[in-house]
């Protein structure tokens, strides 16, 4: 039995689907933030049941990339049953949604998720009316405490045996007799698979995508044109909003009938609330937040890395009491053991602690307000409040970073969100700076580098609004409420995103490490450094051994430094490299070139052509800037 | 005609229309926010920025751009 879960943004889907099925896909308190669906089989009692986890969506009329594919699942008709999930304390709003999938006509279970949360609103909802009206079932579930997930398999295969279809809600008489008049001239490919009703109803909203397909058949094209405008002359108002107003009062009868709600107190959650988006106090809040968690990171990391590399170190230093030195096995080993710190090094110290904080930021709810408070700034550069959310996950890794622009609208957002979240310096890149600027410059020239790195994200935005003006009309976006991050969920949500690193970067990070060791053990290594020696020692200014790390840094930024420390032999890089070859190295390797990782997530997103047109974009910026920097601080340290 | 942008914060106003194109229009829609909805501004972020509002229970951020295209009036 197939199950999907479908709901609006931010109803708890995802973590209900976690609880039920194991952690398996990334939860947020962010609208929008499953971006991709996950599917995962679950086995109780005996019986297998496929469950499908879908991005929310406000509605069956898709507005975002990611809204249009729950869309194309829904109606692709692989779902035996389908579970709303719905935010209990918005219920009202919900139900418009319900009302959509009502009109799929496939068995249907209604979940009211955070239960907890409607009650501290003053919402109380009669679930036995509801059932009543809808005629299927309905179950109360707190999902982030695991109440009520028992009733999810035995309330879907209760609406599966005894094929417990949905009612459907009708609109007003007149309306009615529309939709009617559309269903009976419907041609037969556009009935088979999907329900008439629903087709008929979309046709009336001017559903873009159907009207791309309708397109064929001109004399219903325009017969419901016909229809439309006549709606539209007797109602005085678009068509679309005559339907959705329909929607609406129904919802509002529904939600009349079965809640009664009673005014909330003012919560001390509300305060802080207010607080976190205050006009003046927002921003220093803001601030202090960001530059806390960097700070804990950093000290944490470096509290940890330091013992912990020494350690290897040492063991790298004794390696020839145990193997010939300069034998073929003393590269494997000497690679293995290389390539194994590196990656031990930036996980364990600087990974975790950030993992954890982004986690508890997305689960607080934070980020939409981040969103609300930057939206006039982001304006600037011709983006609005959304797109930081890609720029924030950036931080940790691009390649989420770019996969969430999904939620932004058009498709010029989503690009140029794209490009400029390749340029925000990543965990990988973050480490670079922090081992090499931080270590050997100091903590302020670290910081500056992000000061930097920033001012020239918005001077690249700026430049792009000039070619590709903005046309969309700004910002649109629930702010969901502050909730409190669960214990379980922040441990889940970390050590998932920490074992993407561990499985797949990591390892690439130990077999990179040993063939570069068997590059300098057959001497190619200086083959490869003479070959970019021209863009490496002319235009960088940088000792010839880096051409190779900067290749190495293609498949993982990190991969930079680590082989850095192996191709300059040394881990005290500060005598072999002066602070202008550090400085100019860092910002190359913080603008040079997005990731393996990342352009396949850039090819995903916005297309091979403009995945190209971004990386060449990214090596000419990383060039000019690495000379501006090479030239301004040859005139500061020589004077 | 007042827009969403003109209101003091903490007033309640009723929605009277949404001007702007389909896409606009249906967005809000699926938020929830319709013609005739009463709707408290809650808050204006800085130099006339985005606006915090309040409808039904559920707290929504509009940019300054789709603020100036609903057309409101005062209740109470």
């Given at each position: 039995?197939?199950?999907?879960?479908?709901?609006?943004?931010?109803?708890?889907?995802?973590?209900?689907?976690?609880?039920?099925?194991?952690?398996?896909?990334?939860?947020?308190?962010?609208?929008?933030?499953?971006?991709?669906?996950?599917?995962?089989?679950?086995?109780?009692?005996?019986?297998?049941?496929?469950?499908?986890?879908?991005?929310?969506?406000?509605?069956?009329?898709?507005?975002?990339?990611?809204?249009?594919?729950?869309?194309?699942?829904?109606?692709?008709?692989?779902?035996?049953?389908?579970?709303?999930?719905?935010?209990?304390?918005?219920?009202?709003?919900?139900?418009?949604?319900?009302?959509?999938?009502?009109?799929?006509?496939?068995?249907?279970?209604?979940?009211?998720?955070?239960?907890?949360?409607?009650?501290?609103?003053?919402?109380?909802?009669?679930?036995?009316?509801?059932?009543?009206?809808?005629?299927?079932?309905?179950?109360?579930?707190?999902?982030?405490?695991?109440?009520?997930?028992?009733?999810?398999?035995?309330?879907?295969?209760?609406?599966?045996?005894?094929?417990?279809?949905?009612?459907?809600?009708?609109?007003?008489?007149?309306?009615?007799?529309?939709?009617?008049?559309?269903?009976?001239?419907?041609?037969?490919?556009?009935?088979?698979?999907?329900?008439?009703?629903?087709?008929?109803?979309?046709?009336?909203?001017?559903?873009?995508?159907?009207?791309?397909?309708?397109?064929?058949?001109?004399?219903?094209?325009?017969?419901?044109?016909?229809?439309?405008?006549?709606?539209?002359?007797?109602?005085?108002?678009?068509?679309?909003?005559?339907?959705?107003?329909?929607?609406?009062?129904?919802?509002?009868?529904?939600?009349?009938?079965?809640?009664?709600?009673?005014?909330?107190?003012?919560?001390?959650?509300?305060?802080?609330?207010?607080?976190?988006?205050?006009?003046?106090?927002?921003?220093?809040?803001?601030?202090?937040?960001?530059?806390?968690?960097?700070?804990?990171?950093?000290?944490?990391?470096k509290f940890i890395e330091e013992p912990l590399i020494n350690k290897f170190d040492s063991l790298i230093q004794q390696l020839p009491?145990?193997?010939?030195?300069?034998?073929?096995?003393?590269?494997?080993?000497?690679?293995?053991?290389?390539?194994?710190?590196?990656?031990?090094?930036?996980?364990?110290?600087?990974?975790?602690?950030?993992?954890?904080?982004?986690?508890?930021?997305?689960?607080?709810?934070?980020?939409?307000?981040?969103?609300?408070?930057?939206?006039?700034?982001?304006?600037?550069?011709?983006?609005?409040?959304?797109?930081?959310?890609?720029?924030?996950?950036?931080?940790?890794?691009?390649?989420?970073?770019?996969?969430?622009?999904?939620?932004?609208?058009?498709?010029?957002?989503?690009?140029?969100?794209?490009?400029?979240?390749?340029?925000?310096?990543?965990?990988?890149?973050?480490?670079?700076?922090?081992?090499?600027?931080?270590?050997?410059?100091?903590?302020?020239?670290?910081?500056?580098?992000?000061?930097?790195?920033?001012?020239?994200?918005?001077?690249?935005?700026?430049?792009?609004?000039?070619?590709?003006?903005?046309?969309?009309?700004?910002?649109?976006?629930?702010?969901?409420?502050?909730?409190?991050?669960?214990?379980?969920?922040?441990?889940?949500?970390?050590?998932?995103?920490?074992?993407?690193?561990?499985?797949?970067?990591?390892?690439?990070?130990?077999?990179?490490?040993?063939?570069?060791?068997?590059?300098?053990?057959?001497?190619?290594?200086?083959?490869?450094?003479?070959?970019?020696?021209?863009?490496?020692?002319?235009?960088?200014?940088?000792?010839?051994?880096?051409?190779?790390?900067?290749?190495?840094?293609?498949?993982?930024?990190?991969?930079?430094?680590?082989?850095?420390?192996?191709?300059?032999?040394?881990?005290?890089?500060?005598?072999?490299?002066?602070?202008?070859?550090?400085?100019?190295?860092?910002?190359?390797?913080?603008?040079?070139?997005?990731?393996?990782?990342?352009?396949?997530?850039?090819?995903?997103?916005?297309?091979?052509?403009?995945?190209?047109?971004?990386?060449?974009?990214?090596?000419?910026?990383?060039?000019?800037?690495?000379?501006?920097?090479?030239?301004?601080?040859?005139?500061?340290?020589?004077? | 005609?007042?827009?969403?942008?003109?209101?003091?914060?903490?007033?309640?106003?009723?929605?009277?229309?949404?001007?702007?194109?389909?896409?606009?229009?249906?967005?809000?829609?699926?938020?929830?926010?319709?013609?005739?909805?009463?709707?408290?501004?809650?808050?204006?972020?800085?130099?006339?920025?985005?606006?915090?509002?309040?409808?039904?229970?559920?707290?929504?951020?509009?940019?300054?751009g789709v603020a100036s295209k609903i057309e409101v009036e005062e209740v109470e």
């Amino acid at each position: 039995m197939k199950i999907a879960f479908i709901g609006q943004p931010n109803a708890g889907k995802s973590t209900l689907f976690n609880s039920i099925a194991g952690y398996k896909t990334v939860t947020a308190n962010f609208p929008g933030q499953t971006v991709h669906y996950t599917v995962s089989k679950v086995t109780v009692a005996n019986e297998t049941f496929e469950i499908v986890d879908l991005p929310g969506i406000y509605s069956l009329t898709a507005i975002d990339k990611a809204e249009l594919e729950s869309r194309k699942f829904i109606l692709s008709g692989q779902a035996n049953v389908i579970i709303n999930v719905i935010d209990a304390s918005t219920l009202s709003r919900s139900l418009e949604l319900t009302l959509q999938l009502a009109e799929l006509q496939v068995p249907m279970v209604i979940c009211l998720n955070m239960i907890d949360e409607a009650k501290r609103k003053g919402i109380d909802i009669n679930v036995e009316k509801l059932s009543n009206i809808f005629g299927i079932p309905v179950i109360e579930t707190i999902a982030n405490k695991g109440i009520g997930l028992d009733r999810i398999f035995t309330s879907a295969k209760e609406a599966f045996y005894k094929n417990l279809i949905p009612k459907i809600q009708y609109f007003h008489k007149d309306i009615e007799e529309r939709i009617h008049e559309i269903e009976k001239i419907l041609p037969a490919e556009f009935t088979s698979k999907i329900p008439k009703r629903y087709t008929a109803v979309k046709l009336l909203e001017g559903d873009t995508e159907l009207f791309k397909e309708i397109d064929r058949y001109p004399e219903v094209l325009n017969k419901i044109n016909e229809i439309r405008e006549e709606i539209k002359i007797s109602h005085g108002r678009h068509t679309d909003t005559v339907i959705s107003s329909e929607r609406h009062a129904l919802t509002m009868n529904i939600f009349e009938e079965v809640a009664k709600v009673v005014e909330p107190n003012k919560t001390l959650r509300e305060k802080i609330d207010d607080l976190l988006t205050n006009k003046y106090l927002g921003y220093p809040l803001l601030f202090f937040i960001l530059f806390g968690i960097f700070f804990i990171v950093f000290e944490i990391g470096k509290f940890i890395e330091e013992p912990l590399i020494n350690k290897f170190d040492s063991l790298i230093q004794q390696l020839p009491e145990y193997v010939t030195e300069d034998s073929f096995m003393f590269f494997i080993l000497k690679g293995l053991l290389e390539g194994f710190s590196g990656g031990l090094g930036v996980a364990i110290p600087y990974l975790i602690p950030f993992f954890i904080g982004l986690t508890i930021l997305e689960d607080i709810g934070y980020l939409p307000r981040m969103a609300f408070l930057m939206d006039t700034v982001m304006h600037r550069i011709g983006l609005h409040g959304k797109s930081i959310l890609p720029f924030i996950i950036s931080y940790g890794c691009n390649v989420p970073g770019v996969m969430a622009t999904r939620i932004l609208e058009s498709p010029r957002d989503r690009f140029i969100t794209a490009a400029l979240s390749v340029f925000v310096p990543c965990a990988a890149r973050t480490t670079i700076i922090l081992g090499l600027i931080g270590a050997y410059i100091g903590g302020f020239a670290a910081a500056g580098l992000y000061i930097f790195n920033l001012f020239v994200i918005m001077i690249i935005g700026t430049i792009f609004t000039k070619f590709i003006p903005e046309i969309t009309p700004g910002l649109i976006m629930e702010i969901p409420p502050l909730r409190i991050p669960t214990f379980k969920n922040v441990f889940m949500k970390t050590w998932l995103r920490l074992k993407d690193f561990m499985i797949v970067a990591w390892p690439l990070l130990v077999i990179s490490s040993i063939i570069l060791s068997l590059l300098e053990y057959l001497n190619l290594d200086l083959f490869l450094n003479k070959l970019f020696s021209p863009i490496v020692s002319w235009i960088l200014g940088l000792p010839e051994q880096t051409g190779i790390t900067l290749l190495f840094g293609i498949l993982r930024k990190e991969l930079s430094m680590i082989m850095l420390f192996q191709a300059m032999d040394t881990t005290n890089l500060n005598t072999v490299m002066t602070k202008i070859q550090l400085i100019t190295f860092t910002i190359f390797t913080i603008f040079y070139i997005p990731c393996v990782g990342t352009m396949g997530a850039l090819i995903r997103e916005v297309g091979t052509k403009k995945t190209i047109l971004i990386t060449a974009l990214s090596i000419a910026i990383a060039i000019i800037l690495s000379i501006i920097v090479r030239f301004i601080f040859s005139i500061l340290y020589n004077s | 005609m007042k827009t969403l942008i003109n209101i003091d914060n903490g007033k309640k106003v009723k929605i009277l229309k949404i001007s702007g194109g389909k896409n606009i229009r249906q967005h809000l829609q699926c938020l929830g926010i319709h013609i005739g909805d009463v709707v408290t501004l809650k808050k204006r972020s800085f130099l006339g920025g985005p606006v915090l509002l309040e409808i039904n229970g559920y707290d929504v951020a509009l940019g300054k751009g789709v603020a100036s295209k609903i057309e409101v009036e005062e209740v109470e």
